[in-house]
């Protein structure tokens, strides 16, 4: 059964860091970009980075560069996000998603994880 699982959300206040994780099960994601996706209540899903298979590219929402890192371990069929300067407006349910090359439409992604709920909240 092919899986991802995210983990490492939680609440957080605001300037503080989270770094999230997406495992992979049942397949390996060496040929797999990974992306980063979150939705708030009440708002559409959007895009929050992406990473390319061998890891040598990288993409960050323009509200996310500088804050958010995303990096990967495919010995540990493993990729990061990790989260710093933490704003009450990044509170959401953060998803990875694989498919063979970044892309910024969530619904080209072939698989998803459940999610993981990140606040930031004082």
């Known amino acids: 059964q092919l899986q991802l699982v995210e983990s490492g959300g939680g609440l957080v206040q605001p300037g503080g860091s989270l770094r999230l994780s997406c495992a992979a099960s049942?397949?390996?994601?060496?040929?797999?970009?990974i992306g980063w996706f979150r939705q708030a209540p009440g708002k559409e899903r959007e895009g929050v980075s992406c990473?390319?298979?061998?890891?040598?590219?990288?993409k960050y929402a323009d509200s996310m560069k500088g804050r958010f890192t995303i990096s990967r371990d495919n010995a540990k069929n493993t990729v990061y996000l990790q989260m710093d300067s933490l704003k009450p407006e990044d509170t959401a349910v953060y998803y990875c998603?694989?498919?063979?090359?970044?892309?910024?439409?969530?619904?080209?992604?072939?698989?998803w994880g459940q999610g993981t709920q990140v606040t930031v909240s004082s």
């Open positions: 990473i390319d298979s061998s890891g040598g590219r990288t």
């Open positions: 998603a694989a498919r063979t090359y970044c892309c910024s439409a969530s619904n080209e992604y072939n698989y």
């Open positions: 049942g397949f390996t994601l060496d040929y797999y970009a």
